[in-house]
DNA sequence: CCCCCGTTTTTTATACATAAGAAACATATG
DNA sequence: CATATGTTTCTTATGTATAAAAAACGGGGG
């Protein structure tokens, strides 16, 4: 009953990987594709075999060799790859983001379960992991409550991030002159101003170049529960503004700005100016947030 | 498949509230003890027939009468109250803290299902709750990771919690005179007092009285992270120490003092004095948490 | 002896089944 | 008609089943 959506994915790699090389070429070994791939030999085998199948490949005695390259389509569609429970993770952020669920909803296992179409135990693994973001509780022996993606939830939030991106940003300026740090923060800065000269092209690529911001700071005096809200705030960024476009660019702009200055100050090695780039970051932040909430 | 766990924790909980009424006088109505018990009307219902079968009440058209006392060993065994899940929740923490499990440990869900008389959908559903805690981490496709009950899981728990009670320390000792919290201090003041001039006898009661002076402090500015952290803390210490003997009395002692320390300095409304106690609190018992640990 | 591949065993992801418990509905009684 | 009990329906907690994926085992060739 389990979905082959690994297999699928792998196969889809396995179509880029194919990609690279020449007709006629050889195949590396099970085990080294094992590695590229990042699934078990079990699973190569069986998309070696599809390969085979499909006439992409031709099984000698202890060999592979490419007999054509394949064509696009032979992809699986992207939905395939995705395991269920992944599934349920957009259905029900779609399903809590678009508005059916206003604050104190009761969440009802069985009902998302029939919503989503899938079984039961996955909505109930799916909401024990959600939990720890902070939006819904528990209640003995009955569902859930959904709390709401409300105001409070991001004022909440926000004193958090900002206590603990204070302390992050203060303990690297805090690192020494010769750590490879400041070369990376470097090359963040020439990222930004990148992305920053392309804006209106390239705006919907600031997600990604934030979070990897955040976490490089974060890293350099890792703490696992800071690392663990990170997720939490990458997934309200995510999925929030995956439903709230309004002023993306605009929005997205200012950031790049900010984390500019932010990074100038971190560079300058000067506490004051540090906590005052920080600060204004994270107000921007979440004024922005709440705006969009409200 | 489902325990009756609730059924007989009821039923055990009605013993108790039968032997606060004389023979002869009527049971409130299915509803009040409903309300008394924390339970469905179901419950309510099968516990009252319960009753009824062991002679214990008289169900008469619309009332029940007490026709004697129900004696202690009609109690149900303590472990036939608790849910599965919790059960599965005491074996886990056994395990772990026993020893049998070193940092880097593969955990195998099969495995401990088997170990632990339970089925795999239970254990599956617990460690996915329990990775909050930070002592886990699951790999794709492949069972979890123990990562060990370590100093630097003591250290990052450590540098959290102080933020966090520093925050809440500073926000309390803001608070105006006419506040009730500073009523509830005094109250707690003297809970520690009372714990203490009897501290031989008695010092194993600190750890509740410890959570609820953390939890009263953290209260006045609430914050669902932070919380939710105190989740954390309060598993270490309720399981660690209860693994841990060591010392106990001596150890809590000396938190008692911290306290009072902590609870004048609020008292002064002096942010150098209550940084101080705060701290020195904090890193007395990050002290003795690591010491604990080697 | 180390890597490669074929085979077998074990484990995980997911579906489904069911008793216990909660909630909703219906009826009775003061 | 409001509150209490009797009855029915729905939901959760927990167990079992199974295909997919991972891991372990084993023989053969360089």
């Known amino acids: 009953m389990r979905t082959d959506t690994t297999f699928k994915?792998?196969?889809?790699?396995?179509?880029?990987?194919?990609?690279?090389?020449?007709?006629?070429?050889?195949?590396?070994?099970?085990?080294?594709?094992?590695?590229?791939?990042?699934?078990s030999r079990t699973?190569?085998?069986?998309?070696?075999?599809?390969?085979?199948?499909?006439?992409?490949?031709?099984?000698?005695?202890?060999?592979?060799?490419?007999?054509?390259?394949?064509?696009?389509?032979?992809?699986?569609?992207?939905?395939?790859?995705?395991?269920i429970s992944e599934q349920v993770e957009t259905s029900f952020m779609e399903w809590m983001l678009r508005g059916d669920a206003c604050p104190g909803t009761e969440i009802n296992e069985t009902e998302l379960a029939r919503k989503f179409g899938v079984a039961t135990t996955i909505v109930r693994e799916f909401l024990n992991r959600f939990q720890k973001y902070?939006?819904?509780?528990?209640?003995?022996?009955?569902?859930?409550?959904?709390?709401?993606?409300?105001?409070?939830?991001?004022?909440?939030?926000?004193?958090?991030?900002?206590?603990?991106?204070m302390r992050s940003a203060r303990l690297f300026a805090a690192l020494p002159d010769g750590s490879?740090?400041?070369?990376?923060?470097?090359?963040?800065?020439?990222?930004?101003?990148?992305?920053?000269?392309?804006i209106d092209a390239r705006f919907q690529d600031f997600s990604e170049l934030d979070s990897r911001f955040h976490r490089l700071i974060t890293a350099v005096a890792p703490n696992r529960f800071i690392e663990s809200f990170q997720d939490v705030i990458t997934m309200v960024f995510h999925y929030h503004y995956q439903w709230n476009k309004r002023d993306e660019r605009a929005r997205n702009e200012v950031a790049i700005r900010e984390h500019l200055a932010l990074i100038e100050a971190l560079e300058s090695r000067n506490i004051a100016l540090i906590d005052r780039a920080c600060r204004l970051h994270l107000t921007s932040a979440r004024e922005t947030l709440l705006h969009s909430i409200a």
């Open 9 to 39: 994915r792998a196969f889809n790699d396995m179509i880029d990987i194919i990609g690279t090389l020449d007709l006629g070429a050889e195949l590396p070994s099970e085990n080294a594709l094992r590695t590229q791939l990042g699934v």
């Open 43 to 83: 699973t190569v085998r069986k998309v070696l075999a599809g390969m085979s199948a499909r006439g992409i490949i031709i099984s000698e005695a202890h060999k592979r060799i490419i007999r054509e390259q394949p064509r696009q389509k032979e992809r699986y569609p992207k939905k395939e790859t995705l395991a």
């Open 134 to 165: 902070g939006l819904i509780e528990k209640r003995q022996n009955a569902g859930w409550v959904f709390k709401g993606f409300t105001a409070s939830f991001a004022l909440e939030l926000f004193e958090i991030r900002e206590m603990f991106e």
């Open 180 to 198: 490879p740090v400041w070369k990376q923060i470097q090359s963040m800065r020439a990222a930004h101003l990148e992305l920053l000269a392309d």
